[in-house]
């Protein structure tokens, strides 16, 4: 305990006490300002302990409490959970920040802070808690006081418009979950000496193919309701819509991690698995990513339609560990790198980016006091500077270049398509299919947030809102900080995928600096780092230049090939935006220089004869999404009734007014079959209760009979 990462350790979970404390002790008025206090402490001593394990590459254990039957409670700080602890201090900081000015500036003066400061701190010890825990048993109790914090903080404001049954089905389906993993945890510690996670690992290692499956299929899914996959998402959209807007950034950006972090844990490290787990994990990730894309295009709810996109993005980061798993069973530690690499860089990218739309949406709805983009429109005179930061969200979330979300959807889709090095046809053919998901789901995300900025930002107010806090337009530090992490991930991947590597490199049995960060800034034809030949093209690329200047082994992400193939792909965010940067002022130069002398006239624009475009004629966020809704009818399958309304005059086209009433697709094709079964069942029982004297002597005669066979066959 007396390293400097041990006293961090006990740092955090003192913090976190404190921060409980003060907050209860604080009232209304103090909460908000402890919470970003001691939030943001909190927040840089996670960033600290897992860079220091990240950075040194050495792990940190500790045991504190023996339980007779169980062995010892433990912590242990290894690459892995290193990672997902330092996407979870990066997160913090900025919603501490944002917590205190959305309570302080725009939410009523009798708002609870304090209640809610105290179960903001327990829910951060908690995951702290699960992500350090070193063995299953501690770890099992920290997901289940997460869980029950969730549940709480959901139902924390109860407004009487909110959805009370959201928290419900959340607890529900996480507590579910929660049993499927601890039966995981049990057949996998039957030939453990002790629940501890070394001991789990080698017991994993003995596992039969029929015990293998079983594992991996109830931690799969188990971990999956937490993460949002199909079919086991259904609470996910709900509770994030009736979750409080203080909250959610929480939600989406720290705890959906927990899912993703669970699966590596169980079924990447703890377990050897084989090639159709991870086909599996492929497919269930490719559909969770489509399905997720689809109805986020489609939701007019600014929160709803976060909701689902956060599921497309879980699916894209499962999907980078089918992939890894495939890799690594089928011996190709090198693809396995480059799609571990890519999931994990998505994860971390997904919370940023998420994190930032929501704290956005939080502020657009205080603002307007509504959500629905049918609603809104012209924000960015209203707020400009939020409409800066949402715009940086949405180009990092749709994979645009300069920022973030590019390069992990990037390499996620590179690393799809180097199933090249596998023999098996078949596996091939799965790899080309979900590909081709993942890249529509590409395409759709893009349209998804052209539509969510265009419809709340650009054009004219089509509600009868009216701006409820004049004095406070101006955006918090918090989204601006997360803006700037959005462009810092998206133009320094050379620096990001060497820090992953320390979790990459145990689990895939290749490094990914290695792999996909070639030493440019430190080769030279003496060393021998790089063949001379391709040291020399790309020096006159370029790729050299910042050496000498610049830390590390280049700016370019390259994986090599063979002899015939010597570069599979290549890419450089940086000098691209360098590149971009001295274009566009280049081209604003030139514009400006050619004209300088001339004079801009306005004058009224002729539109058709109308005097003027009343909001009710414009472009909606429904119409928008409406060639989507057509295009995949038969996903949807929903129950339209229209009506017609008078918009301008007789002699103008009336305005159509659509209702839809849709049954989600995960409820239609696995929901509804289960709830439908279990109703049958229930109701045999029923008529077997209500039967006559002699229906019931049947049944005794006939278990008899069952029994005597069964011990007769035994």
């Known amino acids: ?75 242990r700080v290894d690459p892995l959970s290193a990672v997902f602890l330092l996407a979870a201090g990066i997160v913090y900081l ?40 070193g063995d299953a048993l501690l770890f099992l109790l920290s997901w289940e006081c997460m869980s029950i914090l969730c549940y709480l903080l959901i139902n924390f404001e109860l407004e009487p418009q909110s959805d009370k049954r959201a928290g419900y089905i959340m607890l529900a389906m996480s507590e579910a979950g929660f049993l499927a993993v601890v039966v995981a945890f049990l057949l996998l510690g039957r030939t453990a000496s002790d629940l501890s996670f070394p001991a789990l690992s080698a017991a994993g290692a003995t596992l039969s193919s029929s015990g293998l499956w079983c594992v991996f299929l109830l931690g799969f899914f188990g971990f999956g309701v937490k993460a949002g996959l199909v079919p086991v998402n259904l609470w996910l959209p709900r509770s994030y819509t009736a979750a409080p807007s203080v909250f959610i950034p929480v939600f989406a950006g720290v ?4 899912g993703f972090y669970g699966i590596l844990r169980l079924d990447a490290d703890l377990v050897h698995t084989s090639i159709g ?33 956060s599921i497309e993005n879980a699916g894209i980061v499962v999907a980078g560990v089918g992939a890894f798993l495939i890799y690594r069973a089928s011996g190709h530690p090198t693809a396995a790198a480059l799609a571990l690499s890519a999931s994990l860089y998505h994860m971390l990218n997904h919370s940023i980016y998420k994190t930032l739309l929501f704290q956005s949406a939080a502020y657009v709805e205080a603002e307007t006091g509504t959500r629905d983009m049918n609603q809104l ?18 180009l990092a979330i749709s994979a645009v270049p300069p920022f973030n979300g590019f ?46 900025y265009a419809m709340n930002f650009l054009g004219t107010r089509r509600g009868t809102w009216e701006p409820r806090l004049h004095e406070h337009k101006g955006t918090g530090f918090a989204p601006i900080f997360l803006a700037v992490f959005c462009l810092l991930l998206g133009t320094l991947p050379t620096y990001i995928l060497p820090l992953l590597n320390p979790a990459v490199e145990p689990l895939a049995g290749a490094s990914a600096t290695t792999t996909l960060v070639p030493p440019f800034f430190t080769a030279t034809e003496q060393n021998g780092q790089l063949p001379t030949a391709f040291l020399h093209d790309f020096h006159n690329l370029g790729a050299q230049s910042g050496k000498g200047v610049l830390p590390g082994n280049g700016l370019v992400v390259l994986l090599r090939g ?52 009343l909001p009710q004629m414009t472009y909606t966020a429904t119409g928008f999404s409406n060639p989507v809704r057509v295009v995949f009818q038969s996903i949807f399958q929903p129950n339209i009734t229209e009506d017609t309304r008078q918009t301008v005059a007789v002699h103008f086209r009336t305005a159509i007014h659509r209702q839809r009433e849709e049954t989600h697709v995960v409820d239609r094709a696995f929901l509804r079959p289960v709830r439908m079964t279990a109703r049958w069942i229930a109701d045999f029982l029923a008529r077997m209760h209500h039967g006559r004297l002699n229906a019931y002597v049947a049944y005794v005669l006939a278990f008899l009979l069952l029994i005597l066979f069964l011990y007769r066959v035994t």
């Open 377 to 394: 429109g012209g924000l960015s005179r209203l707020l400009p500077g939020l409409s800066i930061v949402f715009l940086v969200g949405c």
């Open 255 to 258: 705890t959906l991690n927990l």
């Open 407 to 452: 390069v992990s959807e990037w390499l996620s889709l590179q690393a799809l398509l180097r199933s090249a090095v596998i023999s098996s046809t078949s596996i091939r053919i799965v790899f080309a299919l979900c590909g081709a998901i993942l890249a529509l789901t590409a395409a759709l995300a893009v349209t998804c947030f052209v539509k969510a």
């Open 94 to 133: 900025p919603i501490s920040l944002f917590v205190r000015d959305f309570i302080a500036r725009r939410l009523h003066v009798d708002y609870p802070a304090h209640r809610f400061g105290v179960l903001y701190f327990a829910l951060m010890a908690s995951v702290a808690l699960i992500l350090v825990a």
């Open 562 to 613: 063979g002899e015939q193939n010597p570069v599979v792909f290549a890419m450089s965010p940086t000098y691209s935006l360098i590149a971009l940067t001295i274009l566009i002022l280049l081209v604003w130069s030139i514009v400006t220089w050619l004209t300088r002398k001339r004079s801009v006239e306005r004058r009224a624009l002729w539109a058709g004869g109308i005097p003027r475009l």
């Open 277 to 309: 787990t991870g086909v599996l994990a492929l497919i269930v990730g490719s559909i969770t990513a489509l399905v997720g894309i689809l109805y986020a295009t489609t939701e007019n709810d600014m929160k709803t339609m976060l909701g689902h996109s």
């Open 1 to 75: 305990m007396a390293s400097p990462l041990g006293i961090s350790m006990i740092a955090i979970f003192l913090s976190c006490a404190g921060g409980m404390l003060l907050s209860a002790f604080a009232g209304r008025r103090g909460a908000p300002l402890v919470i970003a206090v001691v939030g943001s402490i909190s927040s840089l001593l996670m960033v600290f302990a897992s860079a220091n394990v990240l950075l040194t590459s050495q792990s940190y254990a500790a045991t504190f409490w023996a339980i007779d039957g169980f062995g010892q409670l433990s912590l």
